[in-house]
């Protein structure tokens, strides 16, 4: 197994500059430029052959409320394919002041691209997102309908207009770079193909798409994007509703801490999957987040829910419903869709199945504690544990084949809330894993296990009182947050042999006060280091920044055996 080498050593030197940046910190500091924003992610392995680039947007975003950029995407005729890789290029530019917007990418329906945008600052600022969309290969081969939704808002106050371009990058197969791996058919699970396809889903709605799928389906996989907004934006920080109502006059946010978004088939439990805690570029304080984002924030990734054990079920020819389910206790919006990958059986023409266990019950009901503690604050904890499984066959033209998706997750909370709701300390622990069999035949022999494991913990501190005068507040925050999910695979009994592994940390700390729409005092700190490996190699990278600068930025490890 894979093992982180340089934590340690990166976390010993923010902290360093963390203390130097307290020291220095005597008299006010107002950062009013930044430099461009910039990331630890890697960035899209590109084949070293002939390609074809398309423009498929070229658009500014102003007062873009309902109002997306709707094209058509056509693959080029001098790069006909097979290709062995596709890439989305997303890159803006902004100046002025405007909050940080939400935005996605559909091609025919299917969401391939959720970003958000970074806060600009007056000199302005530039930046670049890419995004592998080989899976999307199916929907690519033929024009598509292209969508992109950011909504903005632009007036006195908040000037800032986000000028887009993203482009396709087709790169032509050859003997060492083979055709990218893909699926036979993406079913988009979205609301449109000419509007933006994500549904806004608030407490106690659902959102259902109906799918034919081929009639020797065999495999059925779900991507799938949920994201919240507003009060849902912070949802590790929320309270029970009951302590918002009886608080009402702190503006404390309600539904708790706990977050499980759900996919059903034909109105069955099929799978779930355990968000992770996105930081906007305004988020917490926005001077924590200049120039380098928080995990997520620029490239979004999805979560995958494996649906093969209803795949022998979907594969009758006949219509059925695929529905998004938001988190149960949500106090605000949900954001949700995805694509379906499907497999079929080339050697035959009408393939079967049924789901043989399903033990997914509703999302649980969470049982919070609000203790008192010795200064006046009030600890609030919560703390859910939660197993399910899911299991069915396909008859297929080579035999019946058996899946069966085992998924365990522990999640525990605790936040601190004082005086009277304006500082909070939060600290969160989301992890499990989903272990995957499939079976092929009789006897164990034929048997491979897949499992993938998460980490997400969180813990941040924030600080928001609110001044006398309009536009008047200070805005402080810290906050380290990681991401760790790690994937292996045993065949036919034999030993666990690492996929892939993948540990992303970021820790900022910042301040914002404005008094009468005029800044004091503005200033931030953060790091990200990035490590990660997978069968072609290993990629590690460490950036850490100050007062809006990059101060130090180096490859390094990776994961040692």
Request: aromatic fraction near 8%; hydrophobic fraction near 35%.
């Amino acid at each position: 197994m894979w093992r982180p080498l340089v934590l340690a050593a990166a976390a010993a030197m923010f902290v360093a500059g963390t203390l130097a940046g307290t020291a220095a910190a005597a008299a006010p500091t107002v950062e009013i430029n930044y430099q461009n924003p910039v990331t630890a992610l890697p960035p899209i392995a590109r084949p070293d052959t002939p390609s074809c680039t398309v423009t498929a947007m070229q658009h500014d975003f102003a007062n873009s409320y309902g109002q997306p950029f709707v094209g058509t995407l056509t693959p080029p005729a001098a790069c006909p394919g097979p290709w062995s890789k596709v890439v989305l290029d997303w890159s803006g530019n902004a100046a002025g002041r405007q909050y940080d917007r939400l935005a996605g990418v559909w091609i025919g329906g299917s969401e391939v691209f959720r970003t958000s945008t970074p806060e600009p600052d007056p000199a302005g600022i530039s930046w670049h997102v890419d995004q592998d969309i080989s899976a999307f290969i199916p929907l690519l081969r033929t024009p598509q309908p292209v969508v992109v939704d950011l909504g903005n808002v632009v007036n006195s106050t908040y000037t800032a207009t986000y000028h887009m371009t993203m482009t396709v990058t087709y790169y032509q197969a050859d003997k060492h770079n083979p055709q990218a791996a893909h699926s036979d058919v993406v079913v988009p699970i979205s609301q449109s193909t000419s509007a933006a396809g994500w549904y806004s889903l608030t407490k106690g709605q659902t959102a259902s798409a109906t799918v034919t799928l081929p009639r020797n389906t065999e495999s059925a996989d779900l991507q799938l994007y949920a994201r919240g907004g507003g009060c849902e934006e912070f949802w590790y920080s929320n309270v029970p509703d009951s302590y918002a109502a009886s608080h009402s006059s702190e503006g404390l946010c309600g539904g708790g801490t706990y977050r499980e978004v759900q996919v059903l088939v034909d109105g069955k439990p099929a799978g779930t999957a355990q968000p992770f805690p996105v930081i906007y570029t305004g988020g917490v304080s926005p001077l924590m987040w200049r120039p380098i984002p928080s995990i997520d924030a620029f490239r979004t990734q999805p979560y995958d829910l494996d649906l093969t054990p209803f795949a022998g079920v979907l594969a009758d020819g006949k219509p059925h419903t695929v529905t998004l389910v938001p988190p149960s206790d949500i106090s605000d919006t949900w954001l949700m869709d995805g694509s379906l990958f499907v497999n079929v059986d080339a050697g035959s023409a009408q393939t079967s199945g049924a789901v043989t266990q399903d033990t997914i019950t509703p999302s649980p009901d969470v049982n919070y504690t609000v203790a008192t503690q010795s200064d006046g604050s009030d600890l609030i904890t919560a703390a859910v544990t939660r197993d399910w499984t899911v299991a069915g066959y396909v008859d297929t033209s080579h035999g019946r084949i058996t899946t069966s998706v085992v998924r365990h997750s522990a999640y525990s909370n605790s936040d601190d809330v004082a005086q009277a709701g304006a500082v909070q300390t939060v600290k969160q622990r989301d992890s499990g894993w989903t272990q995957t069999t499939t079976g092929r035949g009789p006897g164990l022999g034929n048997r491979q296990v897949r499992n993938d494991s998460w980490s997400y913990p969180i813990d941040m501190s924030s600080t928001y009182v609110p001044g006398a005068n309009s536009d008047s507040y200070t805005a402080d925050g810290q906050v380290s947050v990681t991401r760790q999910l790690t994937s292996t695979e045993t065949d036919h009994g034999d030993a666990w042999k690492p996929i892939s592994a993948v540990d992303d940390h970021v820790q900022a700390k910042g301040s914002l006060q404005r008094v009468n729409g005029v800044v004091t005092a503005a200033d931030g700190s953060d790091s990200e280091l990035y490590v990660g490996a997978d069968r072609s190699g290993c990629y590690g990278h460490y950036i850490a920044a100050d007062h809006g600068y990059v101060t130090q930025d180096f490859r390094t490890g990776c994961f040692g055996k």
